[in-house]
């Protein structure tokens, strides 16, 4: 099975970030972390990205606020899928970060969730994984049925409720 990074790029995103954790966790996926700033430790982020496919890396979260070039940064420097999660911020309510991760040049794509939305980001990049390994398909097909399940549910007592 292919791992999957997540790189922040402060521990102040990692209230955010335990979200993607938590998800892989369920999932028993195998994942590294790591904090490394597109500004501040350009050359690690840089040297993480060019590896990451050597290094067995079948996709990348990427979470940061405010500039938020943290995923462009890595997809420059390879071709593993990235996924960005722009953190909500003080200064503009996190719009600042989505706007940076979502307007990336033609050529270096990054998929990019809900600013915050980290559950999101690591079940993406269990997908991508997933369209070759059916072990991860089967489980997130589950997954969505179990969600599902616990709607209707919620629905029936709504309808029981009111419904008469």
Excluded: W
Excluded at 15 to 38: C, M, N, P
Excluded at 95 to 101: I, R
């Amino acid at each position: 099975m292919k791992k999957i990074g997540i790189i922040m790029g402060s521990d102040s995103d990692l209230g955010v970030v335990e979200g993607a954790i938590d998800t892989l966790k369920k999932f028993g996926a195998e994942y590294e972390v790591h904090i490394y700033s597109a500004h501040r430790t350009p050359v690690e982020a840089s040297e993480f990205s060019k590896n990451a496919r050597k290094n067995g890396f079948g996709a990348i979260i990427c979470a940061a606020g405010k500039a938020a070039h943290l995923a462009g940064a890595i997809a420059a420097n390879t071709t593993v899928p990235v996924i960005g999660i722009p953190i909500k911020s003080s200064t503009l309510d996190g719009l600042d970060a989505l706007l940076s991760t979502v307007q990336m040049p033609g050529g270096i794509p990054v998929a990019t969730v809900a600013i915050d939305g980290a559950k999101n980001a690591a079940l993406l990049a269990l997908e991508i994984l997933a369209v070759s390994d059916e072990k991860i398909a089967q489980k997130l097909d589950d997954d969505r049925a179990e969600n599902s399940k616990a709607v209707l549910e919620k629905n029936r007592a709504v309808e029981e409720k009111y419904n008469k």
